[in-house]
Every structure is written in structure tokens, then in C-alpha cells.
């Protein structure tokens, strides 16, 4: 029940909280942080194609194997295809940043 009246605080109060605790607002990542992101998804996508082909191996080759097998892949391929398209995003959103830096820098020059 707590939650369910926190939830309806009004607005004055938030905008308190945040004013009281300005730590709490989320600021933009640098390119350095962006990049590393990208780097940690890339590898955890390797992980996961690593972690299916491993599980493929020690299966025994009988039907329920086969089936398993395939499964693996398949769940393997959706979750890699997720993180390379939020890696493409974290990309886009760096390049972007990357961008609006130069265009600073060259308004201020």
C-alpha cells in the first residue's frame, strides 16, 4: 500500500526531492561510457554464441537432443539479435553525441 501512495505523490513533492538531491537526475554518458557499453554487449553477445555451440556439443545426439539443440540456437540467435540491435542504438546515440560536440565546439570558435 506504501507504494501505491508514493506512487501518487504530487508533483511538488518530486520536483523537491529532485531539487533536495540533485544527484538523483540521470545525466548523459560520455562517448567513453557509451563505448564501453557497446564493447561489454558485443562481448556478451560472443558469450552467448559460445555458451549455445558449448551446450550443442555435450547434447546427446538423440531426438530430444536434436530438439534441444535447436532451441538453443534459436533462443541464442533472438537474444544476440536483441543486444546487437541495442548496441546499434548505443551506437547511433554516441555518433550523435559525437556530433553535437563538433557542432558546439564550432559555434563557439
Not at 547434447?59 to 530430444?64: A, G, K, M, S
Not at 538453443?72 to 541495442?86: D, F, G, L, N
Not at 548496441?87 to 547511433?92: D, V
Amino acid at each position: 500500500m506504501a507504494s501505491y501512495t508514493a506512487a501518487k505523490a504530487p508533483a511538488t513533492i518530486r520536483s523537491q526531492t529532485l531539487t533536495r538531491h540533485p544527484h538523483l537526475i540521470m545525466q548523459t554518458p560520455t562517448t567513453a561510457q557509451i563505448r564501453t557499453a557497446i564493447k561489454v554487449l558485443k562481448r556478451f553477445g560472443q558469450h552467448i554464441n559460445h555458451n549455445a555451440a558449448h551446450l550443442v556439443i555435450k547434447l546427446p545426439e538423440t531426438r530430444f537432443g536434436e530438439h534441444v539443440a535447436a532451441r538453443a540456437k534459436v533462443v541464442s540467435i533472438e537474444q544476440v539479435t536483441r543486444i546487437q540491435t541495442v548496441a546499434a542504438q548505443l551506437e547511433k546515440w554516441r555518433d550523435d553525441l559525437l556530433q553535437q560536440r563538433r557542432q558546439c565546439v564550432s559555434h563557439h570558435v
